[in-house]
């Protein structure tokens, strides 16, 4: 019966997905939903992107491992992460009218700073898509009594999703968010209510979990705890902001206020439920302390799909594995969706220059089946946990395109020479920390990468002009004269940009 749930729920969703297609007619109702998403689209796009796998089955499994201490990434940087870009960078990049992310680093620095930035954000998504990606692998094989194999989940899983999304875009991403949010919210609250019932309820889940310390989130006072405590809170919460999706959704509002405020509230609103998986798993420990032990230290990431299917009944059963699909779902379908649109635009089209607007939406499909097949084959002989593969995805772009992102946007001295010696620092100090400092480094690499990136960026801006300017972009900025994009919109100078 399970089973056939799944089954279909998921050609639901993909029906669902198809009929939004239909509205699809140009790159930018592929790539940004022309633009006309409202209030209440953009808050469930911005919270069922972010509610993933990593979500329900990562974070809880890290905080019986470790507490709160060891959850500091997600949800709190990564909830943090979408309400700064609501309160700090939503409005600007909005006014922009740019399709891609990419589109922001070539108008204010250059096309080599666009095509350095372009390349980080696309790698990064290797780890983001293959944890949702390894997740339906999980989920297909659980549900299926271990007669589909992960390794068969994982390729179906990713070619259904890839069908909407392949045709339909960003309109169909943000159609069957807002369906998967009510499904995830239902869910979550649904077996919340069975699980807290079976421990005893929810208080005395609460206190036996503070009698166990896991809500100590503060580092110990010792020097390499407290930076490595800052380096975990800062990968998601600044390394996040530099992304293709985040900007997507955005750009895809049909005002600058709802592009701030769905943002805002999408980001409170994933913090809030991201507490629900691990209030289910740490029940697991009262209800049946055997399987945890069996698998805390092996699977842990099986502890609540276990609990469920062992404890739940039937129809709990379904609301718990609704939600997690509409979990997994929804974030995987924005995130190939994310970084095929941003390799065609800022890479492959500049190659074609002749492209038309229909020729340029076809190679943006077919570089989203490219991204597809690569991301399930990476996700299949990836060893990494789900937790630590969406973790370790956002350390390229904190160290590479963050600091030129601030600084485009609130530096008014910020140089193409500036922001292209932020990404060699950055970079450069972020891999050498990784092969020179072991499992272990005083520093993390991602924060001496971070740290790098603001040097470079400060001396490369301020010392004498050696890099060459776009002139064309930059002198039209500098002036505060409107600056064409490729799709025919002007922009208002973001800034000015001192030769010397």
Known sequence: MLLWFVIAYWLISVAIGLAAATRVHNTKDFAVAGRHLPFYMVTATVFA???????????????????????????FGSSMCLILVGLF????LYRMNLLTIGDFYKKRYGRGVEVLT??????????WVGAQISALGLVFNVVSGGEISKTMGMWIGSGTILIYTLFGGMW???????????????????????????????GVVVNHAMESGKFNMLPPPDAKEVIAFIAAAITMMLGSIPQQDVFQRVQSAKSEKIAV?????????????????????????LIDPEMVARLIDSDSQMILPELVLSKAPLFAQVMFFGALLSAI??????????????FTENILKPALPHLTDKKLLFWMRVVTLIFTVLVTLYAMFSKATIFKMVENAYQITLVSAFIPLLCGLYWRRATNQGALASIFCGISVWLGVHLAGGDDPFVPAQLAGLIASIVGMIVGSLVKQWVPHDIDVHDRLRHGHHAADPHGVAHEGIGVVHRH
């Open 89 to 92: 960078f939503a409005a600007p």
């Open 261 to 285: 405020w769905g943002s805002v509230l999408g980001g409170s609103l994933y913090f809030l439920f991201a507490f629900v998986p691990m209030f289910l798993a740490y029940s697991a420990t």
């Open 329 to 342: 779902k929804s974030c995987a379908s924005a995130t190939l969706l994310a970084p095929s649109v941003t």
């Open 172 to 202: 169909a991403v943000a159609v069957t968010d807002f369906l998967q949010m009510i499904i995830i919210v239902i869910g979550m609250l649904w077996i919340g209510g069975e699980v807290s019932g079976m421990a005893g309820g929810v």
């Open 118 to 127: 372009t390349v980080a954000i696309v790698i990064s998504y290797l780890g």
């Open 49 to 75: 992107t972010w509610f993933g796998s990593e979500t329900v089955l990562g974070v809880p499994a890290t905080f019986l491992n470790e507490g709160l201490h060891g959850v500091v990434a997600d949800p």
